[in-house]
């Protein structure tokens, strides 16, 4: 009896692992599959970088890609922040009339994002009280261009963020 049901189990045992190594090389393949697809797929379409940064008809060089992904930032902290808050208050001061205004923000945006990118990853930098003004101004200023280009940034919020720039170029002059 004890044979007959220790057989029984070995045999249970044996299917239980042949079904978990077919449900392995299932997956497998459907994996394999998956990915087969679509790199098949993937070689169809067009450049990616002409549709983030141009209009369909331009097509960027890996070079002009970079530098816009960039928005000109160096790595060096004290000369991109100064950069920064140089580009950001000639955004902020154009006239809501101007004819430039819409390329402004658009590079405004870039620079925003590309300088938060860059220095919030790096704990040195984001712990400086200079990161965290600035962070807060270009969060701040990020919500209107975000937003709506039409929309122009409150006289209220513009003195908040040209005081917020100018703590953030004090703390800079002081290491902090």
């Known amino acids: 009896m004890k044979a007959k049901c220790w057989s029984l189990f070995e045999s249970l045992d044996k299917s239980l ?25 993937g ?44 580009l950001l208050r000639d955004a902020i001061a154009l006239p809501e009339d101007a004819e ?6 658009t590079s405004a945006r870039y620079k925003i994002n590309a300088y938060i990118s860059r220095y919030r990853a790096d704990r040195d930098k984001s712990g400086l009280y200079s990161y965290t ?8 200023l990020a919500g209107y261009y975000n937003g709506s280009t039409k929309r122009a940034v409150p006289a ?13 170029e004090l703390a800079l002059a002081q290491g902090r």
């Open 100 to 105: 430039n205004r819409a390329e402004v923000k």
């Open 133 to 140: 003004t600035m962070s807060t101004a270009l969060n701040t």
């Open 17 to 41: 692992n042949m079904s978990r190594i077919s449900w392995q090389n299932f997956c497998r393949t459907a994996i394999a599959l998956s990915l087969a697809i679509l790199v098949v797929i």
């Open 156 to 168: 209220k919020t513009r003195d908040r963020l040209l005081q917020e720039f100018e703590r953030a």
């Open 43 to 86: 070689g169809f379409t067009s450049d990616a970088n002409a549709a983030l940064f141009t209009k369909k008809s331009d097509v960027l060089s890996t070079k002009e890609v970079q530098i816009l992904v960039n928005a000109g930032l160096t790595g060096n902290y004290v000369d991109d922040t100064n950069d920064t808050i140089k």
